[in-house]
């Protein structure tokens, strides 16, 4: 039976980041995408040494790279004794074998690397379940793979059937099994949840979303005036934390919930539903974004997707711009001609141009440095405050 394992972090290794980028790919994106797959390595245990990028209309099916490209990975891996590669994106089955062949050290890909990052992180019952159910359902397809031997039992007779394939389908029907029992304790742990929120009373839901490490557990203490675990490293937080909050004489509850990320492998937002549920059903988002990093526009939109996938899109929401103490630009010469981009723009110039599209629902704040945190305060208030004259016109004493 092949086991459930994770990765110790502590246990550190040199690694290579492998990625495939269309022939018209921006530079500078590419390196944007690396950064954070060597920050997810990171946070994993490895140490990355080098980067490759391979420029392809479209990965190929068999090794995701090219033979020549393979090659010149290959040799620079012995030259420098590295058995860790890791892939910016979903190897399929056949393509991870294909390239475990060639290349004979660990293959791993984003996915396998996130999911490792979540069992690393993982620290109640319902996270671990949840992590090792998505865990499983990655490695079913590949536990081919898994049987170095099988090739040689094979080998010798010519024929199908051997004991090394007997239990492969030993291992897939074992996975099987332990799927399906995952998936029955998490529906339990589900409808206790799902009683949890009925049991709420009538306070308003408030939840804080966002692409990870953008300082929501930060905000969730500063708010609820809690020990939420906040931590400058990815996905600090997979179970969702429901605290009461007072705003003035405004109560309702606040949730924190897992940080989002791009390519975020599908068995982890099946698995993590009840936990995204906290999103689909609040009465108001509060979108967190780290106004400090270089693409934080891209994350909106990869959260904005991820709410419309979980079918959460049409929430009030106040996006809440993070860490403004630790926003940067570059001011442009007056005789630099050159068109105006987002690394020109000032603070203030953001925030005009966001509060304009958004009608005022957003706000600015550093929630390390208690920046504009009054003000914060005041939005949460006004719309928790109408939301709840709303939907409940006849009690309204507090107000």
């Given at each position: 039976?092949?086991?459930?394992?994770?990765?110790?972090?502590?246990?550190q290794?040199?690694?290579?980041?492998?990625?495939v980028a269309?022939?018209?790919?921006?530079?500078?994106?590419?390196?944007?995408?690396?950064?954070?797959?060597?920050?997810?390595?990171?946070t994993?245990?490895g140490?990355t040494?080098k980067?490759?990028?391979?420029?392809?209309?479209k990965?190929?099916?068999?090794?995701?790279?090219g033979?020549?490209?393979?090659?010149?990975?290959?040799?620079?891996?012995?030259?420098?004794?590295?058995?860790?590669?890791?892939?910016?994106?979903?190897l399929?089955?056949?393509?991870?074998?294909?390239?475990?062949?060639?290349?004979?050290?660990?293959i791993?890909?984003?996915?396998?690397?996130?999911?490792?990052?979540?069992?690393?992180r993982a620290?109640?019952?319902y996270?671990?379940?949840?992590?090792?159910?998505?865990?499983?359902?990655?490695?079913?397809?590949?536990?081919?793979?898994?049987?170095?031997?099988?090739?040689?039992?094979?080998?010798?007779?010519?024929?199908r059937?051997?004991?090394?394939?007997?239990e492969?389908?030993?291992d897939?029907r074992?996975i099987?099994?332990?799927?399906?029992?995952?998936?029955?304790?998490?529906?339990?742990i589900?409808?206790?949840?799902?009683?949890?929120?009925?049991?709420?009373?009538?306070?308003?839901?408030?939840?804080?979303?966002g692409?990870?490490?953008v300082?929501?557990?930060?905000?969730m203490?500063?708010?609820?005036?809690?020990e939420?675990?906040?931590?400058?490293?990815?996905?600090?937080?997979l179970?969702?934390t429901t605290?009461?909050?007072v705003?003035d004489?405004?109560?309702?509850?606040?949730?924190?919930?897992?940080?989002?990320?791009?390519?975020?492998p599908?068995?982890?937002?099946?698995?993590?539903?009840?936990?995204?549920?906290?999103?689909?059903?609040?009465?108001?988002?509060l979108?967190?974004?780290?106004?400090s990093h270089?693409s934080?526009?891209d994350?909106?939109?990869?959260?904005?997707?991820t709410?419309t996938?979980?079918?959460?899109?049409d929430k009030p929401?106040?996006l809440?711009?993070?860490?403004?103490?630790?926003?940067?630009?570059?001011?442009?010469e007056?005789?630099d001609?050159?068109?105006i981009t987002?690394?020109?723009?000032?603070?203030?110039?953001?925030?005009?141009?966001?509060?304009?599209?958004?009608?005022?629902s957003c706000?600015?704040?550093?929630?390390?440095?208690?920046?504009?945190?009054?003000?914060?305060?005041k939005?949460?208030y006004?719309?928790?405050?109408?939301?709840?004259?709303?939907r409940?016109?006849?009690?309204?004493?507090?107000?």
């Amino acid at each position: 039976m092949i086991e459930y394992s994770i990765k110790p972090a502590d246990i550190q290794e040199d690694a290579i980041l492998i990625t495939v980028a269309g022939k018209r790919d921006d530079a500078e994106q590419i390196d944007e995408y690396l950064d954070e797959l060597e920050f997810l390595t990171l946070t994993y245990g490895g140490i990355t040494v080098k980067r490759f990028v391979q420029r392809l209309e479209k990965p190929d099916k068999s090794t995701y790279i090219g033979k020549g490209k393979i090659t010149e990975i290959r040799e620079y891996a012995e030259a420098n004794n590295i058995k860790l590669l890791v892939f910016d994106d979903e190897l399929s089955p056949a393509q991870q074998r294909n390239l475990e062949k060639e290349m004979k050290v660990k293959i791993i890909d984003r996915n396998f690397l996130i999911l490792q990052i979540f069992a690393q992180r993982a620290q109640t019952a319902y996270a671990k379940t949840q992590v090792e159910l998505a865990y499983q359902q990655y490695m079913l397809p590949r536990l081919v793979g898994l049987w170095t031997h099988l090739e040689r039992q094979r080998g010798g007779t010519g024929t199908r059937g051997g004991s090394g394939e007997k239990e492969i389908e030993t291992d897939r029907r074992n996975i099987r099994d332990r799927i399906s029992l995952l998936k029955e304790k998490l529906k339990e742990i589900d409808k206790q949840m799902v009683t949890q929120r009925k049991s709420r009373g009538e306070l308003i839901r408030v939840a804080l979303v966002g692409y990870t490490n953008v300082g929501k557990s930060t905000i969730m203490n500063m708010l609820s005036k809690s020990e939420i675990f906040a931590e400058n490293k990815l996905f600090a937080t997979l179970d969702t934390t429901t605290r009461k909050v007072v705003i003035d004489n405004v109560p309702f509850l606040l949730s924190d919930t897992v940080g989002f990320i791009r390519k975020l492998p599908h068995q982890l937002v099946e698995s993590f539903k009840s936990t995204l549920d906290e999103a689909r059903e609040a009465d108001l988002l509060l979108h967190v974004v780290d106004i400090s990093h270089k693409s934080f526009e891209d994350q909106i939109n990869v959260v904005n997707q991820t709410m419309t996938d979980i079918k959460a899109s049409d929430k009030p929401t106040i996006l809440v711009f993070n860490k403004i103490d630790a926003y940067t630009y570059e001011e442009k010469e007056a005789d630099d001609l050159t068109p105006i981009t987002r690394e020109n723009l000032s603070l203030e110039d953001l925030k005009r141009t966001w509060m304009s599209k958004l009608n005022n629902s957003c706000v600015f704040i550093s929630a390390t440095d208690k920046q504009n945190i009054e003000e914060f305060k005041k939005v949460i208030y006004d719309t928790v405050k109408d939301l709840h004259v709303k939907r409940y016109p006849y009690n309204n004493f507090l107000y």
